[in-house]
């Protein structure tokens, strides 16, 4: 997919508050003390997600015919602006509902069309990312996507910061012997996470609006030949209803023609 993050941001050293160690982007959201977002690198409990304002990126729908799957995103989005965060949103279709209900997004972006898009797409969102921590360092940023085997869910949460440590059942093993210092270490794994984690939602996004127009394209298939059954016994009822009143015309005539002869 290419480099994990776009260009580098400008250097704001900023001091860890539970050790007062500098650091710096891409490292400024973690600490080599474990704490900040990083939480669990030592095995720990990770932190409980900020319930305030932050930073949520939808990954909605880009085009039509699609059920429901569109207004169900743009109303994650709806809810997530009901909170005050700050919206990247991608898919034009969410976009559009959302300036035309008065809500528009501070950053947004087309849904890639083709799978093999989704990580030159997932540099720009990265790289938007990066700037507004830049601005809101301790910001928590959530992720809306739909999961495609799950459509009837609706939009599911993911926490991106601080991270969810717990996804991946993570268990004590011996120290590793490491060649870079660590906190350099955990931050460029840190870039790599992130970019990974918003390739994979982008891609459930990009699978997730596929499934919904599949489905409403089979339920618009089935209620056309519904349709079409219909239109077929309403046929045969005035095809009958025509020929009876004939037969009984011709029934009648031909036992006139019998007493005559």
């Known amino acids: 997919f290419g480099r994990p993050f776009g260009k580098r941001s400008k250097r704001r050293w900023r001091s860890c508050r539970p050790c007062g160690r500098k650091r710096a982007p891409p490292s400024a959201a973690i600490c080599g003390c474990g704490s900040g977002f990083c939480g669990n690198w030592r095995g720990e409990s990770p932190p409980a997600p900020p319930e305030g304002p932050g930073i949520t990126i939808v990954i909605g729908a880009a085009q039509g015919f699609s059920g429901s799957y569109g207004d169900r995103m743009a109303e994650a989005a709806r809810a997530a602006c009901a909170r ?20 528009a997004p501070d950053w947004s972006a087309e849904l890639s069309a083709r799978a093999a898009d989704i990580g030159a ?6 790289d938007a990312l990066y700037a507004r921590l830049a601005e809101l360092p301790e910001a928590p940023v959530r992720i809306r996507h739909a999961d495609p085997d799950a459509l009837a869910e609706g939009a599911r949460t993911r926490s991106l910061f601080p991270f969810d440590t717990a996804r991946f059942g993570a268990q004590p093993r011996p120290v590793p012997v490491l060649t870079l210092p660590p906190a350099r270490l955990l931050a460029a794994l840190i870039a ?18 596929n499934a919904a127009r599949a489905e409403a ?6 209620a056309v030949k ?9 046929f045969q009822r005035a095809r009958q209803d025509q020929m009876t009143p004939e037969i009984a015309e011709l029934a009648t005539a031909a036992e006139a023609v019998a007493g005559q002869a």
């Open 84 to 103: 005050g965060d700050r919206l990247m949103v991608i898919g034009s279709r969410t976009i559009g509902a959302l300036t035309g209900s008065g809500h």
């Open 121 to 126: 797409l997932a540099i720009r969102v990265a």
């Open 192 to 209: 790599e996470y992130v970019f990974t984690e918003i390739c994979e939602v982008l891609m459930l996004g990009h699978a997730a609006e």
């Open 217 to 222: 394209m089979s339920r618009a298939q089935s």
């Open 226 to 234: 519904r349709m079409a059954g219909a239109l077929q016994q309403e």
